[in-house]
Structure formats: C-alpha cells, structure tokens
C-alpha cells in the first residue's frame, strides 16, 4: 500500500493519533496543523486523500477543501467535524469532499472511511487507464478504427511521426487521406511549421509547375508579378500533395528533381532556392498499374513509396461502424450544438448492409442530414434514405460462369457498365471503376468502346 495521506488538523493529540493508526495501516501520512500549511505541503508533494478538519482558525476545512480542488481536482477529501449536521454533510459533498466523519468517532471506523474511499479511487483510476489504452487502441487522433487492416494503419503512422521520411497515402476518396497526413505533421518536429496542401487534381495542367515551384514576373500570360510556390510556402514544414496520381508527366520529372536536390527554380527563373520540406502525397489510384501503363514515373513512384499508408474503405470494415457512429455522434453533437439520436441495432444493421462508395466522408454526411431531418430521439430503419435501406451485395464476390471466365470480356462489361452508371462521363466512371481518367482513356481505346455508345448518353 502505497498512498500517501495528508491530515489537517489544529488539535496536535488527535492529529498525532489519526496519523499513527494511518501509518501502522500502511499509509504514507504527512501532517498540517492548519489549512495554509497544509496548502504549501500539496505545493510540492502530490497526496491521494486529505483528511481536514472543518473548524479551523483562520482557515476553515470548506475554504480549504475548495483550494484543494483549485490545486488538484483528483484528490480526495474526507472531512471531519464534532459538528455533524445535515446540512455541514450536504454543503462539503457539493463542493466536493467524497465523504465526512462525525467525532467521535474510533479507529475502525477511520480505517473503513478511508480504504473504502481509496479503493473506489484506485478503481476510478484502473478504469481510466484501461479507457486511455481503449482510445490509443482504437483511435489516432480523429481516426478511429479496431480492425486489425486500421491497428496496421495506426502502427505506420505512429512511426513515421517523428520522421521526415515520405510518406504515401492509398485510399479511395473519403476514408480520410488528408486526416491522416495533418495527423503525421501536427505531431511530428514540424508542427509550429506550415501545412500546406496542394491538390494536384485540381489545378490545370499548366499551371501545376507555377503552384508548385513559383514563377518569375512575365513568365507567362498572366504572370503580373513574382510569386511564391507551395514549395516555398511549405518550407520547414510539410508539403501534402494530394491525388498524386493526376499529376502529368513533365511535372513529375520536375518534382523528382526537386525531392532528390531539394532546391527549386521558380517557372521563367535562372536562380533556384533550397527548401526543406517533408513530403506526404496521397492517392486514390492505382499507381503500380499507371506506372505499368507509363503514365506515372517508375523513379518518382519509388521516391514517394517510402513508408505506405493503405487506408481501407469502409465497405472493408463494417465491424467498425458502431466505433464510428458513436465518434460521429459526438463530433456531429458538438456541431449542431445540441444533443443528436442515437442509431438503433437495426438500422445499424442497414447501414452496415451500404457499400458506402463515399467511405467515411459520406457517412459522416448521412449521420448530419439524419440528425437535422428527424427529431426522434432514436434513428430507426424507417427513418434511413432508400439507398440505405435496400438489401445490397457486400461481398464483392463474382461467381465463376461454368466454361470459365474470360477477363478482357469482363473489364469491357465493367467499363460499360460504369458508363451507363455515369451517364457517359470519363471521370465519374473512372471513379466507379477505382481508376484515373487517363487509365479509363486508355482501356476505352484498347477495347475499341466508344463511351457516347452507352445507353445513359454522352459525356
């Protein structure tokens, strides 16, 4: 036994008494003959229970219970009193004293007062280990997950923190690439330094090298004046570079360049600037197969591969809906600034049942709309979308024909399947497909498949 006691009391005989039965039981007892002495001991030692007195001169056992809970609100207070009221009993116990003795009162009855406080005490503590080690089990930060393909995410990104390697992150949109890549900078040596996010999807292709790298006055048509690139702006931070894989080639080659020398030259500039900058790129392609197809870099591929990070969608992991409906509550919760419902085991059951192509980010989406469209305190079956509420095949398992299977039939039936499902668009059916446009270009053309051929209509 090992937890340490602190005794205030202005009587010394029974101060003296109450420590030495302590003692012999096995505590660690300290005395204070008055509440501020008992207050500068707590400045430098840290105790579990303080037993206090509460009619003291010139600080009263309720004055300095409060002060206790100032200094540290996990320590326990009994207090003691030959004054036993009702009202002394409620008016400690609001203020935070755990429990109270009447003197008289004889040793048996001190020592089962104050084990039975610890003992609740130690338990509280127990439990709250078991909770932090719960959460560090099943969560990193804002990514919550129990599965074992998440505790292998959790492992990687737990060791790449403290580094500068480069990091790559596979995912399909939505499960949370750029969650996990804040995750990795706000907790690493770099986090008082930028984060900064370049989605290389998003920017025309000739105008990714003056993003990136920055441009000289006059440079192109439109360049009025000098500007920084994200290269610049990230410097002693981290670059994230989002959808890696919609980079064009001759961008690669520069930014292979630029991650082997560490310098960069602005576009319509002579004069380069060296940069310390970590990077982490994410992806939802399949970049083994465009560098198969000599549309990503081999080297630029192997130069960003350092340590992966492969984000599983959530059609993978539907044990872990229940994990994430209660984070999303709370979160969700806090955003709508009021208390939302819960979900209810069957309408779990349907959700779980949703192959979720929109991952986390779309159930995120569903959980906000239900919450603000229902005022029942309980979501049930009912109250779910009819996309949700549908059967579907979750299994993603294709029953072999007997004859077998021929596979180039087969990608051709997926791609005109995808097209009609897209109405024709390259890229809506590229995402279906879980590949990149150009991919889609690419095989579309191989199979001869005209894509204003399906029957939804042209792009």
């Not at 039981?25 to 206090?52: I, N, Q, R």
């Not at 609001?94 to 130690?122: C, Q, T």
């Not at 994410?282 to 591929?301: G, K, M, Q, S």
């Not at 590949?435 to 209509?457: C, E, F, M, N, V």
Request: with cysteine.
């Amino acid at each position: 036994m090992s937890e340490r006691i602190l005794v205030t009391e202005d009587d010394s005989p029974q101060r003296e008494i109450i420590a030495d039965i302590l003692g012999e039981a096995g505590y660690l007892v300290k005395v204070a003959p008055s509440g501020p002495d008992a207050l500068e001991l707590m400045k430098s030692d840290v105790f579990d229970l303080v037993l206090t007195d509460m009619r003291m001169p010139g600080m009263d056992g309720l004055e300095l219970l409060m002060q206790i809970k100032q200094i540290r609100s996990e320590t326990q207070v009994i207090v003691m009193t030959a004054h036993a009221t009702v009202e002394t009993a409620i008016t400690a116990m609001k203020e935070g004293a755990v429990d109270y003795l009447a003197k008289p009162f004889d040793k048996n009855e001190l020592l089962l007062v104050v084990d039975r406080v610890l003992e609740n005490l130690s338990l509280k503590q127990e439990n709250e280990q078991l909770r932090k080690l719960v959460v560090e089990a099943t969560s990193l930060g804002n990514i919550i997950g129990e599965c074992e393909a998440m505790q292998g995410v959790f492992d990687v990104v737990r060791r790449s923190v403290p580094l500068d390697t480069t990091v790559l992150i596979r995912g399909e949109s939505g499960t949370g690439k750029e969650m996990v890549a804040r995750h990795i900078h706000f907790n690493g040596p770099r986090k008082s330094k930028p984060f900064v996010v370049v989605n290389c999807a998003a920017i025309p292709d000739n105008l990714v090298e003056s993003e990136l790298f920055g441009h000289e006055k006059g440079a192109f048509t439109g360049a009025d004046k000098h500007r920084e690139g994200k290269f610049v702006l990230a410097n002693g931070g981290t670059l994230f570079l989002d959808e890696i894989g919609d980079m064009r080639l001759e961008s690669q080659a520069k930014l292979l360049r630029v991650l082997q020398d560490g310098v960069v030259e602005p576009v319509g500039g002579s004069k380069t600037q060296g940069v310390d900058v970590r990077v982490i790129a994410a992806t939802n392609r399949d970049l083994d197969r465009l560098v198969e197809e000599e549309n990503f870099r081999e080297d630029l591929y192997y130069r960003l591969d350092v340590l992966n990070v492969a984000l599983p969608p959530l059609r993978e992991r539907v044990l872990d809906l229940p994990l994430l409906i209660k984070h999303l509550e709370s979160k969700l919760s806090t955003k709508l600034d009021r208390p939302v419902a819960t979900v209810s085991a069957d309408a779990l059951q349907s959700l779980g049942n949703y192959r979720w192509p929109g991952n986390v980010r779309e159930l995120e989406n569903t959980l906000e709309q239900l919450f603000i469209l229902n005022d029942a305190a309980v979501i049930e079956t009912h109250h779910l979308p009819e996309k949700l509420r549908a059967p579907q095949q979750v299994s993603g398992e294709i029953e072999l024909p007997v004859g077998g299977l021929n596979l180039e039939d087969l990608e051709q039936d997926l791609i005109r399947q995808a097209l009609d499902r897209s109405g024709g668009r390259i890229k809506d059916a590229a995402e279906l497909l879980g590949i990149s446009y150009k991919t889609l270009q690419y095989r579309l053309k191989k199979h001869d498949i005209d894509k204003d051929s399906s029957k939804a209509g042209a792009e």
